[in-house]
């Protein structure tokens, strides 16, 4: 699963697909997840066509991890035809993630479908979910401060805001710097495989 999940988050499509395949050589039959993180690899790299082919040819039914990932692909590659197209599906999906329900309305609001949007945020109410605010923690000399964003209430507010508008030029890139340490200088090589 992990490696499927790399492969997405890095957009090694070809070799996504190799490690999914393979699993058949070691009889593991493939789960939601891994059909999940096989629809993500796809839609994260503009193969919408190919991921809504994998959900049709799963032996179960899909569940709103795979939807959401369709979906975010297509919000990314701007392919609405299809979340029309699969509009029913993804209704009549029921889950208490509120994530897939705020994607879904989000999508539907920025394409001024407000139908859509209104039976979702709907479908939200009815079965008592609610979008969560998401927060950050910091902790400064053993004290935890938690925000969120647009939060204007804390007292050092206005102090805050004058140190981000200051942070890009705090933020200058140093030289012979490097995310990973790797002295050698190569890239990370996948093992090979042969489509």
Same mark, same amino acid.
């Given at each position: !699963?992990?490696?499927?999940?790399?492969?997405?988050?890095?957009?090694? =499509?070809?070799?996504?697909?190799?490690? /999914?395949?393979?699993?058949?050589?070691?009889?593991?039959?493939?789960?939601?997840?891994? /059909?999940?993180?096989?629809?993500?690899?796809?839609?994260?790299?503009?193969?919408?066509?190919?991921?809504?082919?994998?959900?049709?040819? !799963?032996? /179960?039914?899909?569940?709103?991890?795979?939807?959401?990932?369709?979906?975010?692909?297509?919000?990314?590659?701007?392919?609405?035809?299809?979340?029309?197209?699969?509009?029913?599906?993804?209704?009549? =999906?029921? #889950?208490?993630? #509120?994530?897939?329900?705020?994607?879904?309305?989000?999508?539907?609001?920025?394409?001024?479908?407000?139908?859509? %949007?209104?039976?979702?945020?709907?479908?939200?109410?009815?079965?008592?979910?609610?979008? =969560?605010?998401?927060?950050?923690?910091?902790?400064?000399?053993?004290?935890?401060?938690?925000?969120?964003?647009?939060? #204007?209430?804390?007292?050092? %507010?206005?102090?805050?805001?004058?140190?981000?508008?200051? +942070?890009?030029?705090?933020?200058?890139?140093?030289?012979?710097?490097?995310? +990973?340490?790797?002295?050698?200088?190569?890239?990370?090589?996948?093992?090979?495989?042969?489509?």
């Amino acid at each position: !699963m992990n490696i499927l999940s790399a492969c997405s988050h890095s957009g090694h =499509v070809d070799a996504g697909k190799f490690y /999914f395949r393979l699993m058949e050589n070691y009889s593991i039959e493939p789960n939601l997840e891994h /059909f999940a993180c096989l629809v993500d690899l796809l839609s994260r790299a503009g193969d919408v066509d190919g991921a809504y082919g994998v959900i049709n040819s !799963m032996p /179960f039914p899909a569940d709103a991890s795979i939807w959401g990932a369709l979906v975010n692909g297509c919000r990314i590659h701007h392919r609405m035809d299809i979340i029309q197209f699969i509009q029913r599906d993804l209704l009549d =999906v029921t #889950t208490d993630d #509120t994530g897939y329900y705020t994607l879904l309305s989000n999508i539907y609001a920025e394409e001024g479908k407000w139908v859509e %949007f209104g039976t979702v945020r709907s479908k939200m109410e009815r079965t008592g979910l609610k979008k =969560v605010p998401g927060y950050s923690t910091i902790e400064l000399g053993n004290k935890i401060y938690r925000f969120g964003a647009g939060d #204007t209430y804390h007292w050092r %507010f206005n102090e805050v805001c004058s140190f981000l508008e200051n +942070f890009p030029s705090l933020a200058r890139p140093q030289q012979g710097c490097s995310v +990973f340490a790797n002295p050698s200088n190569e890239s990370f090589i996948f093992p090979e495989y042969h489509e």
